[in-house]
């Protein structure tokens, strides 16, 4: 279970496949049983522990659930608001939503966050591991926004 916490928490996106690893050293420890077992978390011990670490993940969950618990409720952007029911249309309801994967590399410039909350940025990757790809990506995609 703390190896399992351990790769979400504490490695993170830095390295995706900590998290995979550990949850199947914990599926195989399950059927193995000790002792061949410590074989199986030792191997996930090591990979978690020398994995490049970022916790950018854990802190943008905190903060939008700091956000949630702190703001009133704000409304939903119309254009993502449900569009399949009778009246939806009359309240413009789906009006001027864009289908991600109907532009080039499955992204559209689209305020998906309320009014409000539309300039914050919860998870703020860092340059360790796998994440400095993801940060080089997001900021790749806020440069064809401009």
């Known amino acids: 279970r703390r190896i399992m916490i351990c790769a979400a928490e504490d490695v993170g996106n830095a390295d995706p496949q900590a998290l995979v690893v550990a949850v199947n050293a914990a599926q195989a420890a399950e059927r193995i ?21 970022s916790n950018a993940a854990c802190m943008a969950v905190q903060k939008a659930m700091e956000a949630v618990r702190n703001e009133r409720t704000m409304p939903v952007p119309v254009h993502l608001q ?40 919860f998870y703020v990757p860092t340059e360790n591991g796998y994440e400095k790809k993801i940060k080089a990506h997001l900021k790749h995609l806020r440069e064809r926004e401009e």
Do not use: F
């Open 33 to 53: 049983g000790i002792p061949e077992a410590n074989i199986i978390l030792s191997q996930a011990v090591t990979y978690v522990a020398t994995a490049p670490k």
């Open 82 to 121: 449900d569009k399949h029911y009778k009246g939806a249309e009359k309240l413009g309801h789906g009006a001027g939503y864009q289908y991600a994967h109907d532009y080039p590399k499955h992204y559209v410039k689209q305020q998906y966050l309320p009014d409000e909350l539309k300039e914050e940025r």
